[in-house]
């Protein structure tokens, strides 16, 4: 069975972006357009890990990340952020918040891939 991701982002074009990109690599992936969209679906369908952008209106990406952390339901899932977002701090405050990876836009498939392999792997329970 293939891994389930969602990616919670605001722009259209980096949601179907990384949709082709993660299907391309072997993983299910559904979307929510802004932080409250990506509460409610994570909550409903629990994935097997998340991919959320930081800048977002209604709820941004550490907000959720913080409120995903506080929520014993959804608490162990694997986050992985992506922002343009580059400032000094920027990568702590995210990790701070809760992410398990921070990476930065544009950022490479196959490390994306890699990191969310190396998540899946960690929170993976034995057979």
Known sequence: MKPEIIVVDDEPH???MLTLL???????????????DGWDKITQC???AVVLDVMMPEM???TLCRKLRANPQTAHLPVIMLSG???FGAEAEGLAA???FYMW???KTAEL???LNTVLAQTAVPA
Do not use: C, H, W, Y
């Open 60 to 62: 941004d990406g550490l």
């Open 98 to 100: 809760g992410a398990d």
């Open 46 to 48: 629990l994935p097997d």
């Open 113 to 115: 891939v890699a990191n």
């Open 14 to 16: 980096i949601r179907d």
């Open 85 to 87: 977002k580059t400032q």
């Open 105 to 107: 836009k544009p950022m």
């Open 22 to 36: 993660l299907e391309l690599n072997g993983f299910a992936v559904s979307t929510a357009v802004d932080g409250l």
